[in-house]
């Protein structure tokens, strides 16, 4: 496998934190990970290594496919919720990250507030993994792009589709946008559109990035259709906000106006009969399990980037 060049403490916050070329290298490896797990060959590059997971929120995915990572890259995850540290209890989050830093050779941490994140990576003296925030999700658009480009090859130059709210996995794809040089068009409702400084980064580099409020106009010529609950994690359910979103649903004749190859994506968990029927994401379009399972892989290349040293 090809080892990337490291610098000594790395991060993975943001996809906009880190270069074209190391985003390109990390999904190849990602690749050839998969394919060694595949023919049983063994890959314990992380021998001893230890990762400190903490998570303010729920998981399934992010949480096991860490873990499983670990441990099949010869190391060991350590699974921890705030409210077992004392962190729940008012240690500040700088004292933490010493700590932890002392015992742990990595800290992957699912927070409620993305400066906690930062506050953590800042005080750390190991390398922080995102595993998903208010305001972005790069480690599941890395394992999405994995998925499409074993479906359907390199992604620059395609054409993606985002339904819905236009949350922390849009913010994602927007910065994916960005490096890896695929259009993509967003349709939300105008109360809900993604994040300011990321359709911000999109415009200074000229990317082809694009919002709309018509699903039924963005899904033209499609090769990909992504959506998304409608109520994130500390997001307060509302009906209004059902009602704006309700327009936005992906069901069978939204995906019949997009490309008759587009895939349809979604990171899970899903909610079907809100954003999406039982017809799509069970279908044939659906690539929601390549997905789910490429968190594995994608985790393994950026777990090996931060931390191989
Ligand atoms: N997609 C994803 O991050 O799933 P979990 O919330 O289950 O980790
Ligand atoms: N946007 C969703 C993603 C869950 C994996 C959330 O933040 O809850």
Known sequence: MKKI????????IDLLDIDA??????????????????????HAMLKDKKLAMIFEKHSTRTRVSFEAGMLELGGHALNLTSNDLQLGRGESIADTARVL????????????????????????EVPVINGLTDRCHPCQVMADLLTFEEQRGNIRGA????????????????????????????????????????????????????????????????????????????????????????PYQVDDALMAKAGKDALFFHCLPAHRGEEVTAGVIDGPASVVWDEAENRLHAQKSILLWCMRG
């Open 101 to 124: 830093s002392r015992y742990v050779n990595g800290i992957m941490m699912r927070a409620n507030d993305h400066n906690s994140l930062l506050e953590l990576a800042h005080y750390a």
């Open 159 to 246: 054409t993606v589709v985002w339904i819905g709210d236009g949350n922390n996995v849009c913010n994602s794809w927007i910065s994916a946008a960005i490096r890896f040089g695929f259009h993509l068009r967003i349709a939300c409702p105008p109360a809900l559109m993604p994040g300011s400084a990321y359709l911000e980064a999109a415009t200074r580099e000229k990317a082809g990035v694009t919002v709309i409020e018509s699903p039924q106009d963005a899904v033209q010529d499609a090769d990909a259709v992504i959506t998304d609950t409608w109520v994130s994690m500390g997001t307060e359910t509302s009906e209004t906000r059902k009602h704006m979103l309700r």
């Open 21 to 42: 070329t190391t985003l390109r290298a990390l999904l190849d490896e990602a690749r050839a990970i998969k394919q060694a797990r595949k023919a049983g060959r063994k």
């Open 5 to 12: 060049t490291l610098s000594p403490s790395q991060h993975f």
